[in-house]
């Protein structure tokens, strides 16, 4: 036998190709967007699943962020249309202009904090998440801030179809 002629291996040896690698974030870390988007969605609807247990009509204000005073109503619309569709009771709508990046520097967003904390409402239903933050990290540590306040997001687009 020749050592330098080759031959494939057979075909139930063969390895598959492999898939290209996500792209690294700015911290190195390979970054898979999709799969990311589904473990945030997972755990929203934990959140959810859990402080709802036993609640017959959670009552959710709609939270609504709009850029520089421009009209919410279109988006408004969407969240109260998917609150009642999800058979929320309807609290008044927190709609904020600030656009403000940080999520915790947003005073409309801290009202609905604070009525989850006073037990007032259950939790927040939004469009999007882009509402909240289009950045991975930062809607997380706000899923976990809603948390700790008592209170869950409800989306009417989910993480995955922004």
Same mark, same amino acid.
């Given at each position: 036998m020749?050592?330098?002629l080759?031959?494939?291996?057979?075909?139930?040896?063969?390895?598959?190709p492999?898939?290209p690698?996500?792209?690294?974030?700015t911290t190195?870390?390979?970054l898979?967007?999709?799969? !990311?988007?589904? !473990?945030?969605?997972a755990l929203?609807?934990?959140i959810l699943?859990?402080?709802?247990?036993?609640i017959?009509?959670?009552?959710?204000?709609?939270?609504?962020?709009?850029?520089d005073?421009r009209?919410p109503?279109?988006?408004l619309?969407?969240?109260?249309?998917?609150a009642?569709?999800?058979?929320?009771? =309807?609290?008044d709508?927190l709609v904020d202009d600030a656009?403000q990046?940080?999520?915790?520097a947003?005073?409309?967003l801290?009202?609905g904090?604070?009525?989850?904390?006073? !037990?007032e409402i259950?939790?927040?239903i939004? =469009?999007?998440? =882009?509402d909240?933050?289009?950045?991975p990290?930062?809607?997380?540590h706000?899923?976990?801030?809603l948390?700790?306040a008592?209170?869950?997001l409800h989306?009417a687009?989910d993480?995955?179809?922004?």
């Amino acid at each position: 036998m020749n050592p330098l002629l080759v031959t494939a291996p057979p075909a139930h040896q063969r390895l598959l190709p492999r898939s290209p690698r996500p792209a690294p974030d700015t911290t190195g870390h390979a970054l898979d967007r999709a799969e !990311g988007a589904r !473990g945030l969605r997972a755990l929203r609807l934990s959140i959810l699943r859990t402080l709802t247990d036993g609640i017959d009509r959670p009552t959710v204000a709609p939270y609504v962020l709009v850029k520089d005073g421009r009209d919410p109503g279109d988006r408004l619309a969407a969240a109260l249309a998917h609150a009642h569709q999800a058979g929320f009771t =309807v609290a008044d709508p927190l709609v904020d202009d600030a656009w403000q990046s940080d999520p915790a520097a947003r005073h409309t967003l801290a009202r609905g904090y604070a009525a989850l904390r006073r !037990g007032e409402i259950h939790g927040l239903i939004a =469009v999007s998440q =882009v509402d909240i933050s289009p950045s991975p990290s930062v809607y997380e540590h706000e899923l976990h801030r809603l948390r700790a306040a008592g209170g869950f997001l409800h989306l009417a687009h989910d993480e995955t179809q922004l």
